[in-house]
């Protein structure tokens, strides 16, 4: 988890400090998610817990992202958002997404596209 950790930091503030990166992280969001997770997965590797990493992080992670994508949303959720995205409230997600640099615009965008798939 140590070097999840690091690696997770070093890419935020590289991020921040290091104007190629920070474009690159914009322009292509899901390949530097995946490259923080591939660098994470090299280094564990190298330290022999691969399979610990598997099955205490990752598998945690994909169960959270399953169950945030198939929940159903009620009025009190949908206030939380729009209060989230005036800035008024800030949830540890919304604070994660953002480091890692997932603009809100292409969440909305994958929003609006299951909600049509779930609609059909």
């Not at 399953?66 to 409230?89: D, I, T």
């Amino acid at each position: 988890m140590v070097v999840v950790s690091a690696v997770f930091l070093g890419s935020v503030w590289a991020g921040e400090n290091r104007a190629v990166i920070k474009n690159f992280k914009r322009q292509n969001p899901t390949v530097f998610v995946i490259a923080v997770m591939v660098a994470s997965y090299m280094l564990i590797s190298l330290l022999g817990s691969v399979m610990t990493f598997m099955t205490a992080i990752t598998l945690p992670l994909t169960l959270i992202a399953a169950h945030a994508s198939f929940r159903l949303r009620n009025m009190k959720n949908k206030l939380e958002n729009k209060m989230e995205g005036a800035g008024l409230k800030r949830s540890p997600m919304g604070i994660f997404l953002e480091a890692l640099g997932q603009q809100e615009e292409n969440l909305q965008k994958i929003q609006t596209f299951l909600e049509g798939k779930v609609k059909e």
